[in-house]
């Protein structure tokens, strides 16, 4: 009943810009900590990013001062801005929340992926 998509993903140079962007929907009571994961190919997955509800960020440190993690909880969507991309910022990138739906049930809830290649 909860459905995260995620979109903004593309091919980009290095230095360039994309702006993700992941809108969380369905039974939702309280959506608690949003975050960005991401998975190159033959590597596991990583924290890109969290915000919890209250406005609290962690970055993972290859990230930190390029990327900035946001939401607007009127539209239950977490965006992440990426600035002066890197070849190893290739990956898909997931979106993921924790959430208490209608049902009382509090669960991790994960997109489908979005693909982002920075090449030249």
């Known amino acids: 009943q909860v459905q995260l998509v995620e979109s903004g993903g593309g091919l980009v140079q290095p230095g360039g810009s994309l702006r993700l962007s992941c809108a969380a929907s369905?039974?939702?009571?309280?959506?608690?900590?949003m975050a960005w994961y991401r998975q190159a190919p033959g590597k596991q997955r990583e924290l890109v990013a969290a915000?919890?509800?209250?406005?609290?960020?962690n970055y993972t440190d290859s990230v930190k001062g390029r990327f900035t993690i946001s939401r607007d909880n009127a539209k239950n969507t977490v965006y992440l801005q990426m600035n002066n991309l890197k070849s190893e910022d290739t990956a898909v990138y997931y979106c993921?929340?924790?959430?208490?739906?209608?049902?009382?049930?509090?669960?991790?809830?994960w997109g489908q992926g979005t693909q982002v290649t920075v090449s030249s």
């Open positions: 915000i919890t509800s209250g406005g609290r960020i």
């Open positions: 369905g039974s939702i009571y309280v959506t608690y900590a």
């Open positions: 993921g929340a924790n959430i208490v739906d209608f049902s009382n049930r509090r669960d991790d809830y």
